[in-house]
Nanobody, 124 residues
Framework: QVQLQESGGGSVQSGGSLRLSCVASAYTRNLRCMGWFRQAPGKERERVAAVDGYSGSTTYHDSVKARFTITQDIDRYSMYLQMNSLKPEDTAMYYC?????????????????WGQGTQVTVSS
């Protein structure tokens, strides 16, 4: 089973930037479909961004559009999340996920491999 490891979290002030990385332990077809999720204390987990490595298509949660950018480097088994103009409400544990396969040419979003998470804290 491939494993995912996140890094790059930390504490920044409002308006700052962070770049999260997610590295897989090996290449598998699971890496075609990957995404970033976050969960704040007392809140449900939400998908922040997702990427389809075959088509290059990306999707974003409305709250991060124009501020976050998801990219993927399959040759390095890696995915990244560039986060700019961070806000206190972005504070959460961020997780990367992969897998779930595709149906009808599109990722299902049913990720079945998860990382341990990296904490992002944004102070006002």
């Amino acid at each position: 089973q491939v494993q995912l490891q996140e890094s790059g979290g930390g504490s920044v002030q409002s308006g700052g930037s962070l770049r999260l990385s997610c590295v897989a332990s090996a290449y598998t077809r699971n890496l075609r479909c990957m995404g970033w999720f976050r969960q704040a204390p007392g809140k449900e987990r939400e998908r922040v961004a997702a990427v389809d490595g075959y088509s290059g298509s990306t999707t974003y949660h409305d709250s991060v559009k124009a501020r976050f950018t998801i990219t993927q480097d399959i040759d390095r088994y890696s995915m990244y999340l560039q986060m700019n103009s961070l806000k206190p409400e972005d504070t959460a544990m961020y997780y990367c996920a992969a897998g779930g396969g595709a149906y009808g040419g599109r990722c299902t979003g049913n990720y079945d491999v998860w990382g341990q998470g990296t904490q992002v804290t944004v102070s006002s």
